[in-house]
């Protein structure tokens, strides 16, 4: 009976240390779902916009959309939007409008191997890249205090570093999580992860660095990044700063909760 024991233990640590190797040597793409682009695909929105292309190194090129008001004489300011963790700016341009139709510019960036951006995607280079687009919306003649920082999902954390570094007029996060590997410890709660993540992402570090007020949007039931992960945020927020709970909201699902749309809007003509 012991033997049989010893050898049923044996055979799920075999499984625990492959299924555990295995994530380790995965988790980039459990994490990321790019879709590239070719380089001389042209978009086509309706919003009105331009495309910038910039040469980081030999390998790493940042592709930015800059996408404007219809009425471009009138400029309130500047939204740098960082999407989430799939596809590329083409799936996500259609958030713009949300930003353009008040009269802020939106500046979207695709990372590393997504979109037509180039790259060997690492946590330092997603911080730089989000420095450069600041950078660059700053030499557009936008002023801190008329620049917005938003973060949707994986771009929550992103936005958090850059907003903790440079100064704007508000954080705005969308379905943000504590840090990389607490969501990647919700999935797999059994292994180190934060010693096993390549990413880590400390939101919850950034976070308490950020002057500019922080607005957060969450669903309740957001089964990719779990409520519960702004709730822990929620004791490092500032007095001011607010989170806007969606009862009932997914994690793609919160732009169609009339909630969320009249409190962004309301922000925006502030």
Known sequence: ??????????????????????????????????????????????????????????????????????????????????????NNIAYYAHFADN???????????????FGKSTGNLTEPLLYTEADEVYKMVSAAGFTKDSII????????????????????????????????SNVAAHYAWMYPVDWMSTFKIPTDEYIQKVVAPITIFHGTSDETIPFSNTQKLQSFLKPGDEVITIEGGGHNDLNDFPLMKKKLDSLLQQ
Request: charged content about 20%; overall charge positive; proline content about 5%.
């Open 99 to 113: 930003f353009t139709k008040h009269g802020y510019e939106v500046w979207m960036m695709d990372y590393p191997g």
């Open 149 to 180: 920082i938003y973060g949707k999902s994986l771009g929550t954390g992103i936005a958090t570093e850059l907003a903790s570094t440079r100064n704007c007029k508000r954080l705005i996060l969308e379905s943000p999580y504590y840090s990389i």
């Open 1 to 86: 009976m012991k033997k049989r024991i010893g050898k049923w233990l044996i055979v799920i640590l075999m499984i625990y240390v492959v299924v555990g190797v295995l994530l380790y040597l995965l988790q980039n793409k459990l994490l990321l779902h790019p879709e590239p682009l070719p380089h001389d695909q042209v978009y086509t929105f309706n919003t009105p916009f331009e495309e910038r292309k910039v040469l980081y190194d030999s390998s790493t090129l940042f592709d930015i959309v800059r996408f404007k008001p219809v009425n471009d004489s009138i400029r309130k300011g500047a939204v740098i939007y960082f999407h989430g963790n799939m």
